[in-house]
């Protein structure tokens, strides 16, 4: 399809396609009926809190309140049923990730990656114009 | 591997979106694709942004914004405005191109998160209706 593509779209002496850089963007997520549980906002907000150590660190990085942060992480425990992060006894300074929470911030950013790079090989392959990743 | 008991009493549904943009902006999503397929169904803008909840208006808006993106013609009206209008042969290429990346996409992003979520997942079901 591609080629065919090509060979009526784009006479040779000006590929037809848009000017510029043509950019993939992608937008992955998990819902329930009770809305969205998992998607790359939070597998963020899990990373910082895992380099940082802190949900209120994390969450002013990431310019969110800590309230609306902790709001995200609380609303996907109570879909899952299961605990992502633990806090320290020392009150809200200091707080790491559960086993669960390190694991599946870990395999979020597996499936985002791997179905980034199909898109991007794929719509190499099927538009007859230059396509790069969002942050290439 | 299945490492936790299931979400509540439903799968997690998958969500996808997927689109091309330049400086300028979107030129081909879903949506564009989607309103490119029904005018081939019905030989009519105004009869594909109705079908799909739109004003022709907005239908008219976002075609010639991609025709101005890519630089080229993806709709041709007829001499008058009661011949409707048809695709475009590039039109018609970048639609089922659109589609066809779509939908392998989609199916990597499913079979992908059976080998490394824990939960069985389905699929939105608007993403398939074609």
Not at chain 1, 86 to 106: A, H, I, M, P, Y
Not at chain 2, 3 to 27: A, D, K, M
Not at chain 2, 107 to 115: G, I, N, Q, S
Request: with cysteine; aromatic share 10%; glycine share 8%.
């Amino acid at each position: 399809m591609s080629s065919t593509f090509r060979r009526k779209c784009s006479p040779p002496a000006e590929p037809s396609g848009p000017e510029g850089h043509s950019t993939l963007r992608i937008h992955l997520w998990l819902e329930t009926d009770e809305g969205v549980f998992f998607g790359i906002g939070r597998a963020q907000l899990l990373a910082k809190i895992e380099e940082r150590g802190s949900l209120k660190k994390a969450a002013d990085e990431l310019g969110m309140s800590y309230r609306a942060a902790w709001g995200k992480i609380r609303k996907t425990e109570t879909i899952l049923g299961v605990k992502l992060i633990s806090q320290n006894d020392s009150k809200r300074e200091g707080c790491q990730l559960t086993d669960f929470g390190s694991l599946l911030k870990e395999r979020y950013f597996a499936w985002f990656k791997a179905v980034e790079d199909v898109a991007i090989r794929k719509a190499r392959e099927v538009f007859p114009w230059p396509v790069k990743g969002y942050e290439e | 591997m299945r490492w936790l008991p299931s979400v509540s009493e439903e799968n997690p549904t998958i969500r996808l979106h997927l689109w091309l943009e330049t400086e300028q902006g979107l030129f081909l999503g879903l949506g564009r694709a989607l309103l490119l397929q029904k005018v081939a169904q019905h030989g009519s803008l105004r009869k594909a942004a109705q079908e799909l909840g739109m004003s022709y208006r907005a239908a008219w808006g976002k075609i010639r914004k991609s025709e101005e993106i890519l630089g080229m013609k993806l709709i041709n009206r007829g001499p008058t405005k009661r011949d409707g209008c048809r695709l475009t042969e590039s039109g018609r290429l970048l639609m089922e191109s659109f589609l066809l990346w779509y939908d392998t996409v989609e199916l990597e992003a499913v079979k992908r998160a059976e080998e490394l979520l824990p939960w069985d997942v389905k699929v939105y079901p608007s993403n398939t209706e074609w």
